[in-house]
């Protein structure tokens, strides 16, 4: 039997969330287009009679800033050192050769088992670039493996096959599996929900406004009838930032909360009643009694 945590490391945007979620065969990390969508390290399951990968999702790498940024920085941090091994995600339309080499450096000198994953290998345009990210692995004594999602051929399963096969060969022997094998995650219900939200409003607002969003639970009455009963808050840092997520009319805030309605329903097996909330909390995310409210902390006890 092996079994341990793997983390995935890599820049903004570089494809972990849509790996992780690939490899499970599960939607747990949200996805979309945008930089920094993953806040905080998400865990994904992958269960077999011989393994578990626990996957560690973690925040696209950034500078250390206050607030945070600086919370997103430690948490790239506690992942490299707490997990068992690591996957460097590098993609190949990285804006520059430092990125990766900064990402292949931390990996490298965590002195833990690793390999490299090469991701949106169908963007023919930079194709060529495979070949160097490969060169930059093993001139650092590692391996690489390459993977695109879109790919229409029937190779992706065997893409996906000997992903798994390489990781677990990085993994430590365990007496048993750490977690319930039943399970696909360790996240909660509540957590799963609020992400969902929150990454229908990356997908619906422009400009800077969803970097500044969060969502906190309001009410959470699963055995509410007729239907469970969810009300969240979607937290924004400016006033003016409200009637934008609201949109005209209230119809952007009807749409996202549509788009969540049926993502949380099809995550629950059933229908459901979402209200959704509008606040603005000036600076938020510079406050460390609100971030730590919204989960965004670490104890250091």
């Known amino acids: 039997m092996k079994a341990g945590f793997v983390g995935l490391i890599g820049m903004p945007n570089a494809g972990k969330s849509t790996l992780m979620n690939f490899l499970i065969d599960e939607k747990v990390s949200i996805v979309t287009p945008r930089p920094q969508t993953t806040r905080r ?4 399951i992958w269960n077999t009679p011989q393994s578990q990968i626990i996957f560690v999702d973690a925040p696209g790498l950034v500078s250390s800033k206050p607030g945070l940024f600086e919370f997103l920085a430690q948490e790239v941090q506690e992942v490299i050192s707490e997990s068992d091994a690591l996957v460097a995600v590098l993609s190949i339309d990285q804006k520059t050769k430092e990125e990766i080499e900064e990402i292949l450096n931390l990996v490298k000198k965590s002195n833990k088992p690793w390999l490299a994953v090469i991701t949106k290998t169908d963007l023919d345009d930079k194709a060529h670039r495979a070949v160097i990210l490969q060169d930059m692995v093993k001139a650092l004594g590692g391996t690489t493996l390459s993977i695109s999602l879109t790919r229409k051929d ?6 996906r096959q000997a992903l798994l096969e ?7 022997e365990s007496e048993a599996p750490l977690y319930d094998p039943e399970l696909y995650t360790t996240e909660t219900m509540r957590d799963l929900i609020c992400e969902i939200v929150r990454e229908k409003c990356f997908l619906n607002l422009k400009d800077e406004v969803p970097y500044t969003i969060a969502i906190r639970t309001i009410e959470f ?3 509410a009838l007729p239907v469970p009963r969810i009300t ?5 840092s400016k006033e003016n930032h409200k009637g934008i997520v609201i949109g005209k009319g209230g119809l952007l805030l009807k749409k996202i909360g549509q788009e969540s309605r049926k993502e949380i329903e099809k995550l629950m097996g059933k229908k459901i009643f979402l209200g959704l909330n509008v606040s603005a909390r000036e600076g938020w995310s510079d406050n460390k009694r609100i971030m730590k409210e919204l989960g965004y902390f670490h104890d250091r006890r």
């Open 232 to 236: 969240l808050e979607i937290l924004v």
């Open 221 to 223: 009455k699963e055995e």
């Open 166 to 172: 390489g990781i677990t060969n990085l993994l430590p």
């Open 41 to 44: 390290r998400v865990h994904g």
């Open 154 to 159: 029937g190779f992706i399963a065997q893409d």
